[in-house]
Structure formats: structure tokens, C-alpha cells
């Protein structure tokens, strides 16, 4: 792999400055972000009254920790547009969730903000090793999704020869990655693995290919998926992390020289790490919810937003800013087992270290007998797949699975191709229990 490590007068001065620069930045933000967020959003006015708070409140980074979360239902209850800070006119962009499991929920940008998401978006594809006039294949989705048209911002900003071929007809991703020549790739990873096989059907080496470093996110993924696809691809392979209601893809990204988890960019985005039981904050290195406060935002102040991502605060590495680990789950995706809780990243994890099995997966639950259970749904590589082999490969995840992650799984190993491909985020939960 190239060493795509920065250069002398690579990094923006804030990458570099000292832990007292940043929090006297971060002080003085919050202080504008909270009062921007009381005086012109009716839901915030209110929700710092119930609580007993008024921005003038906050003269440390502690002080925060006083005011009310935001959750996702406000949002909802605020559809489309009242959690807007400045008139819609103002807005230059709208995105928004996809809306599959409830009232979608709806984010506003204004010049300013794009203007910012662009940069956050430049510094983080610099963190991966691209420079102005490298070229990039973008293959996240475009349209109301953030990944599409985030990223594209800033490469716009970075100066990068932009492909943006969004998600889906994989052939077309492959022919155009051999015609182009891009350095980087932005995809889901579990998209990635799609185009990975379809490299293989055209009977082309992945590792030939032009590309020197993939720029994935928008779903977890283990450090054993990127060793599968940094040793498929002979590249790069670092972690994106982002959310619309923040911003969109951007707000923190591991840089290609540690690849150590990822960097937030504390500019703009306040983290906290709570116990997602009480709502007290825990100390930086310990487990919990991620939350963000916006310091920068106009159109869509954000203030201590529970993303539900499980992660814990490290100290800088590569650059200034705090990192937190590889997001291993959402606590919406936290499957109880039989009183064990197992995230599906856990079972990827298992899955990479089995031979003969192709790294895509999904998990069934069913309750047949007032019992939950758990089929995970894998598939065979050519050249693995006799039914002695495929029951060989079923009973080796299923003896990982509880020995490692300590739950009795059902394993289902099909033909190549027998489970269902991503596009973009990958479905990893089909949940056919009964609604309680
Ligand atoms: O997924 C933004 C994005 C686009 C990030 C492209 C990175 C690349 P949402 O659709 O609002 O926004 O989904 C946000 O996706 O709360 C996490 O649960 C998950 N997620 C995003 N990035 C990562 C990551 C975009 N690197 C939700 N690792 C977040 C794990 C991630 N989970």
C-alpha cells in the first residue's frame, strides 16, 4: 500500500493547536450555539426552561452537561421545518432520513453551514490521504441521504476530480473504476463488498485497480472487515462517521497514518459520552452514548443530541482533536439473546475468521417457542460450496459465535449469492418476532 501519510503544511492549524486552544474555542461556541438555539427555536426555549437553564448558564465545558437532551422524537414532533433556527428562506439545502420506520425527520443548511460542512468534508478526505486534483469515486447515495452530496461538498472544497456515480448498477461502479483511474472510493462498506465481487465476476484483480484508499462509513464495520478489504483491494481502508441530524458524513474521520478511530472535529462538534441508563456523563475512556452539541451550526442548531452510538473518547494521536473508538453499534441495534446482548458486528467478527465464507450477512430473529432466536444467514465462496463444506463452515461460526460471543446461533450457509446485497447501508436485523 502507498504511504499516504500528510505532509509538512498539510494540516490546518486547528489539527495541530493545543488542548487549551481548543476548549477556549469550544467555550466560546457553545456559549453562541446555545443562545442562537434559545432565541430563535420555540422547542429549545421551552426545553431549557422545563429544565431550569438559560445559555448565559454556561461558562465551562461542564456547565453543558446542565442542559436538556435533544432526541430524535423532537425532531419528529417538530416535522418538518420548527427546529429551524433562521427563516426558510435561508436555507440552501434540505436532507432528510429516509422515513422507512416513522416520520422522517428533516435538516436545513444554510450558505454558512454548507460552507463548513464542505471544509469538515475536505479535512476529513485529506485525513485519508487525498489532495486537490486526486480523483475520487463517490459512490454514496445522492438525494436526500447525507453521504452523497456531503462528500461531494467537499471534494468540491478539497479540489478533487469528483465521479459521482451515487449507489447501485455495481457493473457500471466496476467498468468506471477501470476507466477512470480514481485514488479514492467513498462507499458503505458493506456496498464495497458488493462491487468486490463484482470485480471477480468481470475476471479483474481488484488489487490491479488504480484505487489507493477507500473512505467508508455510514454503518459500522470491524477492523477485521478492513483487513479483508484493505488485503482485497491492496489499499487503504479508513472509517467515516457521521449523522444527518449533526451534519451528515464528516463529523469525525480516523486519519490513513494511524488508522487508530476517529478523529471529531471539535471545531464544530461538541462530544460528550453519557450512560445511556442515567444521562450522567462518564469520564473520557469510558463506554457509552455519544452525544453532540453543533458550535457552528445557523440553520440547525443541535444541542447534546443522543445518537444512540455506543463509543468511548480517546485522547488525539495523528491530529489535536479527541477521537472515539469505531462506533461497534447503535443501542437500536443491541439484540437480547436469551439475556445476552450482541451486536451484529459482533457476528461479522466471527464470520471474517471462518474459511470458505464470504463476508456477507444478515440475522433473522423469530420467536417459535415464546423463545428468541437468531439465524444468522451467511453464504459460501466459490469453491467452498459442496453441502459438506457448507455444513462444515455453518458448524465452525456456530462454535465461534458461543465460545466468543457467548450466544447459541442458528447458521444458515447458503450457495454464492444466497444472501441478500447492499446497496448502501447494509440490512443486517430482520426482526419476525411477534410485536409485543
Ligand atoms: O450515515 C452520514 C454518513 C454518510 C456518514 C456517509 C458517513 C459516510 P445518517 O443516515 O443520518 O447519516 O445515519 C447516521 O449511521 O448515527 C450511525 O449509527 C451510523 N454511522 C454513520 N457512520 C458510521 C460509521 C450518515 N463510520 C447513523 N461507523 C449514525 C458506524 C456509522 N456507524
Redesign the pocket.
Known sequence: MKDLSPRPGDLEAIETASRDEIAALQVKRLQWSLKHAYDNVPFYKSSFEAAGVHPDDLTTLSDLARFPFTVKQDLRDNYPFNMFAVPREKLRRVHA?SGTTGQPTVVGYTQGDLDVWGAVVARSLRAAGLRRGDMLHNA?GYGL???GL??HLGADALGLSTVPVSGGMTERQVRLIRDFQPKGITVTPSYALSILDEFNTAGMDPRECSLQVGIF?????TNAMRQEIEAAFDMHAV???????VM??GVSMECVETKDGLHIWEDHFYPEIINPETGDPVADGEQGELVFTSLTKEAFPIIRYR???LTRLLPGTARAMRRME??TG?SDDMIILRGVNVFPTQIEEQLMTVKGLAPHFQIVLSRPDRMDEMLVQVEAIEGFSSAEDRAHAAADLRGKVKRNVGVTVKVDVSEPGGVARSQGKAVRIIDNRPKS
Open positions: 432520513s454514496y441521504f447525507t453521504g456531503g462528500v462509513g455510514a454503518e459500522p464495520w472509517d467515516i462517521y457521521g449523522l444527518s441530524e451528515g458524513p445518537t444512540r452510538d469505531k462506533v447503535r
